[in-house]
């Protein structure tokens, strides 16, 4: 009986505490794709390129884009996402702000306009998720458009708020920040995008480092350090073998399990002003930051969770496991005392 009460407390202590192992955010959907003259219906005879991506909120409220190009016959006029699919002009959905490459903005429902069938913005990031939009780059020689991309499905999302609150120890910071990575399909490449506000100075160096929820780790990939949003395309290449992390596929699958982080690190914090938890769940602070960029979510904490390099309490659970073992041995050690005193021993 004791042995059967022993094994059903084991039993519901890991029940208890295997969800929190568990805790890493399924990835979300990313699109985008290449762009070319020879998308451009009719084709446009061009040594202009590019490259765009499209991420949308998990709520659908929010698109976020980066759009690099290179060669364009002349400065870019203008640039947006189009309704229309692959062979198929269609009218402009949405606005890209027009700058140098890259090109980096924030979608919501307020900067959409209605054209063909399309008439809301939740049947625009329909469309986009459906294939049926395009990104278009327009320049003075080729007014309607000298290079085109489909959006497509192009790889996984995984999301982080920065805080000065998730920073170990505790950054007290007024600054915030969000950002996100997408891994390409084949996993060969990762984009990624980091915007922040209210730093306490300029940003000295940004990483991906690898480490769980409460725990510093080692970097495993640079960031472009620069002006809010950073954003930039990693590889192999790129990769510092950390701990057991020794391959590029090895940091895709700790960012997928929530055993990285985003740092930013500054002069007056050279461990890290802020820091943002990839792929895992955050928990809203208990009050708002009132110095916070509003189009960036609210400062969080986050819950840890198990990956590769700490995070999860076994000490605590082993603790807890002892402890219980003593309670349930000692009314036997008690009875075997009385039974040695009634025989004399």
Do not use: C
């Amino acid at each position: 009986m004791r042995a059967r009460l022993m094994t059903l407390l084991v039993i519901g202590l890991l029940a208890v505490t295997a969800p929190a192992a568990l805790a890493a955010d399924p990835p979300t959907p990313a699109f985008g794709g290449p762009l070319s003259g020879a998308q451009e219906v009719p084709a446009v005879a061009t040594a202009a390129t590019g490259e765009a991506t499209v991420v949308i909120s998990p709520d659908n409220s929010t698109i976020w884009y980066v759009v690099s190009y290179s060669n364009l016959s002349g400065a870019l006029a203008a640039a947006h996402i189009h309704t229309g699919a692959a062979g198929a002009n269609g009218g402009v959905i949405l606005p890209l702000a027009a700058s140098a490459s890259p090109m980096v903005g924030t979608l919501t429902a307020s900067n959409f306009t209605a054209s063909g069938s399309v008439t809301s913005f939740a049947q625009a990031v329909a469309a986009l998720k459906a294939g049926t939009t395009y990104v278009n780059l327009h320049t003075a020689a080729n007014p309607g458009g000298e290079i085109r991309g489909q959006v497509v499905a192009k790889g996984s999302a995984h999301f982080a708020t920065l805080s000065g609150a998730q920073e170990v120890p505790t950054v007290a910071t007024s600054a915030s920040g969000n950002g996100w990575v997408v891994v390409s399909a084949g996993g060969a490449a990762l984009t990624y995008y980091v915007a922040y506000n209210g730093l306490s100075g300029a940003p000295a160096a940004a990483h991906i480092h690898l480490g769980n929820a409460g725990a510093n780790g080692g970097v495993l990939l640079p960031l472009a350090v620069g002006p809010s949003p950073m954003t930039g395309t990693l590889s192999a290449s790129n990769l510092t073998p950390t701990g057991p992390v020794t391959d590029f596929a090895g940091a895709i699958a700790a960012i997928a399990a929530g055993g990285t982080y985003f740092n930013i690190h500054t002069a007056a914090n050279p461990g890290g002003e802020l820091r943002g938890q990839l792929a895992q769940a955050v928990v809203p602070a208990p009050t708002a930051n009132p110095t916070a960029d509003p189009t960036l979510p609210p400062t969080s904490t986050v819950t840890p969770v198990a990956g590769p390099s700490g995070g999860f309490p076994i000490a605590a659970l082993l603790l807890a496991l002892g402890a219980a073992v003593a309670v349930l041995a000692l009314p036997r050690r008690r009875g075997q005392v009385r039974q040695s005193i009634g025989h004399g021993r």
